[in-house]
């Protein structure tokens, strides 16, 4: 048995742990192997949480693990709140924020083009107004998705052209240190993203480049000798052969194409066929029609969750037969116009089962909006920070807090912000939303990834092969070699 290794992607505050099947030739039939994993998240080591998840085709309860979890710092703010309270502006403008990482103690904030790199931390780790820039100089890039997002794996935070902040230490992070994994993969094009590392997978922007644009879809990964360079495992064309392109969605052996603002819909393919020898066109499952689509769309559990800036609307789309998409809700986050101001794109985030987008919180157990953010100052909490806030391009939660960055240049909106966006402490463990394979799946490729949804901001240097995460036969104790 052999399998490739496992990486720990953040996509908008999604991280998606997912494990390459490589040579197993039991599972596309058999009730074979259990995953097992204890991981720390960013607030404190004693939120953990055992859970068990089986990889194939059962769901089997596992002991408690004893694992050593590396410790992680008390770098963040966990006390009572008063939802909605802006905690902390900062002094100057930020441009547009696009991207927003929380590493090992720390915050790191680009620009677009991943310009103006920040590191900011709390100084007073039960204080958010003790927020602030610490450093200015000397950051490397560590962007991807369009410069929209970012990866984690291991010690590490990096991007589309590599990992180069690494944890050394308990709050002490290195820079420049580069992760020598990702500098074997030669960056594709920029009509491809690696957020699923190391798998890249299509991302177009028609809206921007139109429909005459060229936009293959290809479906890529490193080469397997581990010689620098990737491999197109098969490319075609999903906008003329089925009328949708814009970001792409990898979860097992499920790839979503969903619509950017171009409003064309969503497809759902099954690309176990990648996998044969030669390689086969993905099978186009189901494809959604209507006027959906989303600047970035993002998964949270079993739905597809879009953004449509014009309509003010999120929409919910419902994958758990993936033949059969549908949407199970249209959220109207409008809201009160006196409370919005300057607004843009919007790059969604979640948390436990909350989606934050368009300044709102929404539950999604029942699809209701529990919070509105005020960027213009009206109606603010008493003791908030006064002045404009744009949330609009970045909502990032962690604990009971959201650090917001805008997309607006005028009017002192385009601040950086700190807000709490719930009374209590966070003290809710972290669980798995989602997982592909799912329960009682068959014929499960060899080559496709595991991948498991966990909607919260963990630490992926507590993610270790073999010791908190554990790949396993069932009936067996003795972790599988990864």
């Given at each position: 048995?052999?399998?490739?290794?496992?990486?720990?992607?953040?996509?908008?505050?999604?991280?998606?742990?997912?494990?390459?099947?490589?040579?197993?030739?039991?599972?596309?039939?058999?009730?074979?192997?259990?995953?097992?994993?204890?991981i720390g998240n960013c607030m404190k080591t004693n939120r953990l949480k055992i859970q068990s998840v089986t990889t194939a085709l059962s769901t089997l309860l596992v002991?408690?693990?004893?694992?050593?979890?590396?410790?992680?710092?008390?770098?963040?703010?966990?006390?009572?709140?008063?939802?909605?309270?802006?905690?902390?502006?900062?002094?100057?403008?930020?441009?547009?924020?696009?991207?927003?990482?929380?590493?090992?103690?720390?915050?790191?904030?680009?620009?677009?083009?991943?310009?103006?790199?920040?590191?900011?931390?709390?100084?007073?780790?039960?204080?958010?107004?003790?927020?602030?820039?610490?450093?200015?100089?000397?950051?490397?890039?560590a962007v991807e998705h369009g410069n929209h997002a970012h990866t984690k794996t291991g010690d590490w935070v990096g991007g589309f052209y590599g990992a180069g902040i690494?944890?050394?230490?308990?709050?002490?992070?290195?820079?420049?240190?580069?992760?020598?994994?990702?500098?074997?993969?030669?960056?594709?094009?920029?009509?491809?993203?690696?957020?699923?590392?190391?798998?890249?997978?299509?991302?177009?922007?028609?809206?921007?480049?139109?429909?005459?644009?060229?936009?293959?879809?290809?479906?890529?990964?490193?080469?397997?000798?581990?010689?620098?360079?990737?491999?197109?495992?098969?490319?075609?064309?999903?906008?003329?052969?089925?009328?949708?392109?814009?970001?792409?969605?990898?979860?097992?052996?499920?790839?979503?194409?969903?619509?950017?603002?171009?409003?064309?819909?969503?497809?759902?393919?099954?690309?176990?066929?990648?996998?044969?020898?030669?390689?086969?066109?993905?099978?186009?499952?189901?494809?959604?029609?209507?006027?959906?689509?989303?600047?970035?769309?993002?998964?949270?559990?079993?739905?597809?969750?879009?953004?449509?800036?014009?309509?003010?609307?999120?929409?919910?789309?419902?994958?758990?037969?993936?033949?059969?998409?549908?949407?199970?809700?249209?959220?109207?986050?409008?809201?009160?116009?006196?409370?919005?101001?300057?607004?843009?794109?919007?790059?969604?985030?979640?948390?436990?089962?909350?989606?934050?987008?368009?300044?709102?919180?929404?539950?999604?157990?029942?699809?209701?909006?529990?919070?509105?953010?005020?960027?213009?100052?009206?109606?603010?909490?008493?003791?908030?920070?006064?002045?404009?806030?744009?949330?609009?391009?970045?909502?990032?939660?962690?604990?009971?807090?959201?650090?917001?960055?805008?997309?607006?240049?005028?009017?002192?909106?385009?601040?950086?912000?700190?807000?709490?966006?719930?009374?209590?402490?966070?003290?809710?463990?972290?669980?798995?939303?989602?997982?592909?394979?799912?329960?009682?799946?068959?014929?499960?490729?060899?080559?496709?990834?595991?991948?498991?949804?966990?909607?919260?901001?963990?630490?992926?240097?507590?993610?270790?092969?073999?010791?908190?995460?554990?790949?396993?036969?069932?009936?067996?104790?003795?972790?599988?070699?990864?």
């Amino acid at each position: 048995m052999e399998m490739q290794r496992i990486f720990h992607q953040y996509q908008h505050n999604f991280l998606v742990i997912s494990r390459e099947i490589h040579t197993v030739a039991s599972f596309v039939s058999e009730n074979l192997f259990q995953l097992v994993f204890t991981i720390g998240n960013c607030m404190k080591t004693n939120r953990l949480k055992i859970q068990s998840v089986t990889t194939a085709l059962s769901t089997l309860l596992v002991a408690t693990l004893s694992a050593q979890v590396p410790a992680v710092p008390v770098a963040i703010p966990n006390v009572p709140q008063v939802p909605g309270t802006l905690l902390f502006r900062s002094a100057e403008d930020q441009q547009r924020i696009t991207n927003i990482m929380y590493h090992n103690g720390s915050f790191y904030t680009n620009t677009v083009g991943s310009g103006d790199r920040k590191r900011w931390t709390f100084s007073d780790p039960t204080n958010a107004s003790t927020f602030g820039i610490r450093q200015t100089t000397g950051i490397p890039s560590a962007v991807e998705h369009g410069n929209h997002a970012h990866t984690k794996t291991g010690d590490w935070v990096g991007g589309f052209y590599g990992a180069g902040i690494r944890r050394t230490g308990v709050g002490v992070n290195s820079l420049d240190v580069f992760n020598p994994e990702f500098e074997t993969y030669s960056p594709p094009t920029d009509m491809l993203h690696t957020l699923y590392w190391p798998w890249a997978i299509p991302f177009q922007w028609i809206q921007y480049a139109g429909m005459d644009s060229p936009t293959p879809t290809s479906i890529m990964r490193p080469k397997t000798s581990g010689t620098p360079g990737s491999q197109t495992l098969f490319s075609w064309n999903s906008l003329a052969e089925d009328g949708v392109t814009g970001n792409s969605i990898l979860l097992g052996n499920l790839l979503f194409i969903t619509s950017d603002a171009s409003n064309l819909g969503v497809l759902c393919y099954d690309i176990s066929p990648v996998f044969k020898t030669p390689a086969e066109r993905p099978i186009l499952l189901d494809k959604l029609t209507g006027n959906f689509g989303s600047y970035i769309s993002i998964p949270f559990e079993h739905y597809i969750i879009l953004a449509d800036l014009e309509t003010r609307k999120v929409e919910v789309i419902d994958f758990q037969d993936p033949s059969n998409l549908k949407q199970v809700a249209s959220i109207d986050c409008a809201g009160d116009t006196l409370k919005e101001g300057a607004f843009n794109v919007t790059y969604m985030q979640a948390q436990d089962n909350f989606v934050f987008a368009m300044r709102h919180k929404i539950n999604m157990d029942n699809f209701t909006k529990v919070l509105e953010l005020s960027q213009t100052g009206v109606g603010r909490p008493a003791g908030s920070v006064p002045g404009n806030v744009d949330t609009s391009q970045y909502l990032m939660p962690i604990g009971n807090l959201l650090i917001s960055g805008g997309y607006s240049f005028a009017d002192g909106f385009d601040r950086l912000g700190v807000w709490a966006h719930q009374a209590a402490p966070d003290t809710k463990s972290h669980y798995v939303g989602y997982h592909v394979p799912r329960p009682n799946q068959t014929n499960f490729p060899i080559g496709a990834p595991i991948s498991l949804l966990i909607h919260e901001s963990l630490e992926s240097y507590t993610i270790i092969n073999g010791e908190t995460l554990i790949l396993r036969e069932v009936g067996t104790t003795t972790p599988i070699d990864c």
